[in-house]
């Protein structure tokens, strides 16, 4: 049985695609959505206008419910002092390829919570859900969604921020489990992380929280929903399932570095962007010697430094300076079509289930 929160968007099975930025699309979106999950964009690195355009872009596609992304991370703080130490350890690396090192490094995303053009035009939009990663809006800000039908989703790594997310007013919570690829969601990335595993998270949070769970990390396969599902989640997230999916705009290198050996070894690192984030190994792995002793910039204003060395990488043909968020899944990731896969996970899960 799909749960109540479910079925009311119309959504037919207890499978969302993960919002990820810069590889999910309105084309992936739709296509999960269309063969009854859960769709999602991610907006939080875009602008108000392309950002409705995305918006735009799936209602185009697909006539079912679908899931529109932001980032509600702390405002960063500028520290000119931290910053060209940064580009200072860097500068050897943009060297090598031949580039010279940014001058001064920028806050290149803005945070939901600072932007209030993206939420009047949210709002405006009202799209089906909406979910927060990094942080919270206030519940005025849930109140004022959910007054114009929007489902709030939000993502919690421990139970503190699962009950915080309760507090507000967020309707299920997506309980983000150390497995999972690309940004850890968690709202103070200085404080300490229990990094806890998808299946205990899940398990505390339906203990403890009354919100429906949604799990989400290392999922990817009918057998891993089945497990969630088991454990009281009345859903799982994939991500890292669907990178390799056509629709997804992952490039040649990710989708090689996802069926390499290199997907058994993902890792942790906050040396990319400036928050802890999982990743197939690359070569700021190599950078840790020069990296380590020093703090990197506040998200996203370090995230200015690394994108800029992949741009300048790979502009001589060097790919390992991409930012490859991968779970721990990844050696189970399967390249079809998003319908195929979701038509493939819905299988499993009926197999197990029934079994």
């Known amino acids: 049985m799909i749960h109540p929160l479910l079925a009311g968007l119309g959504v037919a099975l207890p499978i969302l695609q993960a919002p990820m930025a810069g590889v999910s699309t309105a084309a992936l979106a739709a296509a999960v959505s269309n063969a009854g999950g859960l769709g999602a964009i991610a907006i939080g690195a875009l602008g108000v206008d392309a950002a409705q355009a995305a918006i735009a872009e799936v209602r185009a596609r ?58 009047a035009m949210l709002l405006a ?55 999972a690829g690309g940004h850890r969601g968690h709202f103070d990335p200085a404080a300490p992380d229990d990094a806890l595993g998808t299946l205990p998270l899940t398990r505390l949070l339906v203990r403890h929280v009354e919100s429906p769970i949604i799990a989400a990390g290392g999922i990817m396969d009918g057998a891993g929903i089945a497990a969630a599902l088991d454990l009281g989640a009345i859903a799982a997230q994939l991500g890292t399932a669907f990178i390799g999916c056509p629709e997804s705009a992952a490039d040649a290198a990710y989708r090689a570095g996802l069926a390499g050996p290199g997907a ?27 990296l380590h002793t020093l703090r990197p910039p506040d998200y996203p204003i370090a995230y200015d430094a690394g994108k800029a060395l992949h741009v300048a990488a790979r502009s001589g043909g060097e790919s390992g300076y991409g930012a490859y968020w991968a779970g721990q899944g990844a050696p189970l990731s399967r390249p079809m079509p998003a319908a195929a896969l979701v038509a493939t996970l819905a299988s499993e899960l009926a197999i197990h289930q029934a079994g």
């Open 264 to 290: 058994w070894h993902t890792r942790m690192t906050d040396r990319i962007s400036g928050r802890p984030a999982r990743a197939l190994p690359g070569r700021f792995d190599a950078l840790a010697d020069t």
């Open 62 to 119: 697909t006539d079912r419910a679908f899931n529109v992304n932001v980032f509600v991370h702390a405002t960063p703080t500028p520290d000119p002092v931290r910053e060209a130490a940064w580009i200072a350890a860097l500068a050897p690396s943009f060297a090598a390829v031949g580039a010279q090192p940014p001058v001064a490094l920028r806050a290149i995303y803005t945070s939901f919570g600072d932007d209030a053009g993206m939420r």
């Open 125 to 179: 939009e009202a799209p089906p859900v909406v979910s927060f990663h990094f942080g919270l809006p206030d519940a005025a800000t849930v109140a004022a969604f959910q007054a114009r039908g929007t489902l709030m989703l939000a993502t919690a790594t421990s139970l503190a921020e699962a009950q915080a997310a309760a507090a507000v007013g967020i309707d299920a919570i997506v309980a983000q489990g150390i497995e």
